[in-house]
């Protein structure tokens, strides 16, 4: 069973509101693709670099960070119980250090505007609740064909919307409906989505300084005794302005930047 897409008129709002924040940022709906991001870099390498939001309701082939599949609806009964998008820009921001953690944040406050929820952030693309996944971000981006500056930016977001089960999850996930017992992908989408085009664009201006006190305040791993994927170990003491993660082990103070390290609170495996 799956859930029909939303008639025009219901998207019309969003497509307004999408258009306010980024102009000629279009909005597509699809019932099914392999991946939004493969999409999106498809056509990014394809040489069509225009600003698009593309959701799937159900992707075959998803995919986060590291190679890890994201399994969408198509695992669990509810047809409407993950929202999986994709946010494709031309961007030429001086430094990216920090991008997926400025999007994070945007997504976070527009999901649990006054932190009652308790939705926290994990370096580098995790969203948590008490840790519990929510959610994950995949960015990737494209040359653009006789540009030296901008390159095509893929945001990739997968959110749990309904209850879902954890077999064979490394994080038990934890899902919008947990707060907002009506949020619907639509709902969930209209609420971020305007927020988040306009939060990269700050970014591309300002970059990920000026966020770092928002990010501080929902960092999931502050504080927290870690284990990192290569080896070492140490206490997190949160994240530099340049979107790095930075903990305290054996040797004084590091600096992480590299996403290719996983980093989990002691107790919890790789």
């Not at 924040?21 to 999409?39: C, F, H, I, Q, Y």
Request: some cysteine.
């Amino acid at each position: 069973m799956s859930a029909p897409v939303p008639e025009d008129t219901q998207l019309q709002p969003l497509r307004e509101a999408l258009a306010q924040a980024w102009p000629g940022l279009r909005l597509e709906w699809r019932k099914e693709v392999d991946s939004t991001n493969l999409e999106l870099m498809r056509r990014a390498r394809a040489g069509e670099a225009e600003p698009v939001l593309l959701v799937a309701q159900r992707q075959t082939a998803g995919r986060g960070r590291l190679g890890r599949a994201w399994q969408s609806a198509q695992q669990v009964q509810d047809p409407a119980a993950s929202l999986t998008f994709s946010l494709g820009l031309p961007l030429a921001p001086q430094d990216w250090s920090g991008l997926s953690l400025a999007v994070g944040v945007s997504v976070a406050e527009s999901l649990d505007a006054d932190g009652a929820a308790g939705l926290r952030l994990k370096w580098p693309n995790d969203l948590w609740v008490q840790q519990r996944k929510l959610g994950g971000i995949l960015i990737e981006t494209a040359a653009l064909a006789a540009e030296r500056v901008r390159r095509y930016v893929v945001i990739g977001i997968g959110l749990n919307i309904g209850e879902r089960p954890g077999t064979d999850m490394r994080t038990p996930p934890a899902w919008v409906r947990q707060w907002w017992p009506q949020a619907t992908p639509l709902g969930a989408l209209a609420a971020l989505a305007p927020a988040l085009a306009g939060e990269v664009r700050r970014f591309e201006h300002a970059g990920f300084a000026p966020v770092q006190p928002r990010f501080a305040a929902r960092d999931a791993l502050m504080g927290q005794d870690v284990h990192l994927s290569d080896g070492r170990e140490g206490r997190c003491e949160g994240v530099g302005p340049g979107g790095e993660l930075r903990v305290r082990t054996a040797q004084g103070l590091e600096e992480i930047s590299s996403a290719e390290v996983s980093v989990r609170p002691r107790g919890m495996a790789l």
